[in-house]
């Protein structure tokens, strides 16, 4: 099994471009986390998905969006990107459910946006 | 106030000393995670815990769930165990998404 994986790896953006970062996982989970890396903070939630076909905003969700149209699949969009969005990003997946399961993450994408 | 407190921030040990990480909630919690992130790396799970202690090779978890804090042991500490320490939490409520609200970090630096 590959787990979670990311692509890109790595992308440096202009302000104002767009782009989608691909998560993808083969251990039929359920739900599934968009999560930014900055240095100086613990990771924060943008974007969750509780199962296929629904997504929902986190913490940071502002200038993102998301879709679920496959099980295995949780992209992120950004429209109009800005020098505030550059951060690693980080998916990651759980079971899902009332009880706690382990998270599995993906390796990460570090974006640049000039 | 952060909801996950993690202390030290920065730890430097000599290889072979025993380390201690610790974690603080303020919030009810389902479970506490430990993960380990390696410079430029992606982050692996160390330990899940809802009660009491794990153990696994060197590494120990343990966690008290009345006074809110979850400690992270690393016996014969090696220069492979630098790395950043994370702790995070999943909230207690019903409709709980499941996400993990995450501590800074602690970066550990073993010298030889």
């Known amino acids: 099994n590959a787990g979670v994986t990311q692509t890109p790896k790595f992308r440096v953006l202009k302000t104002g471009q767009s782009m989608t970062l691909l998560c993808a996982q083969d251990?039929?989970?359920?739900?599934m986390y968009w999560y930014r890396q900055d240095p100086g903070m613990g990771l924060r939630l943008i974007h969750y998905s509780v199962g296929e076909g629904t997504t929902a905003k986190g913490e940071v969700p502002d200038g993102y969006n998301v879709s679920r149209l496959k099980k295995q699949n949780f992209l992120l969009g950004l429209e109009s990107a800005a020098p505030s969005q550059t951060s690693v990003y980080f998916c990651?997946?759980?079971?899902?459910?009332?009880?706690?399961?382990?998270?599995?993450f993906g390796p990460g994408t570090r974006l640049t946006v000039t | 106030k952060n909801e996950v407190e993690q202390s030290p921030q920065n730890l430097t040990a000599q290889e072979g000393e025993f380390i201690t990480i610790n974690c603080s909630y303020s919030v009810g919690i389902s479970a506490l995670h430990w993960l380990q992130q390696h410079p430029g790396g992606g982050i692996v799970s160390l330990f899940m815990?809802?009660?009491g202690k794990k153990k696994h090779g060197r590494l120990i978890a343990t966690i008290n769930i009345q006074e809110k804090h979850s400690s992270l042991h690393i016996t014969a500490s090696h220069p492979r165990d630098s790395a950043v320490y994370i702790c995070a939490v999943r909230l207690d409520y019903g409709g709980s998404q499941g996400n993990l609200i995450f501590g800074k970090g602690t970066k550990l630096s073993v010298k030889p």
């Open positions: 815990l809802s009660s």
């Open positions: 990651a997946s759980t079971h899902g459910g009332v009880q706690p399961s382990e998270q599995y």
């Open positions: 251990m039929n989970h359920e739900y």
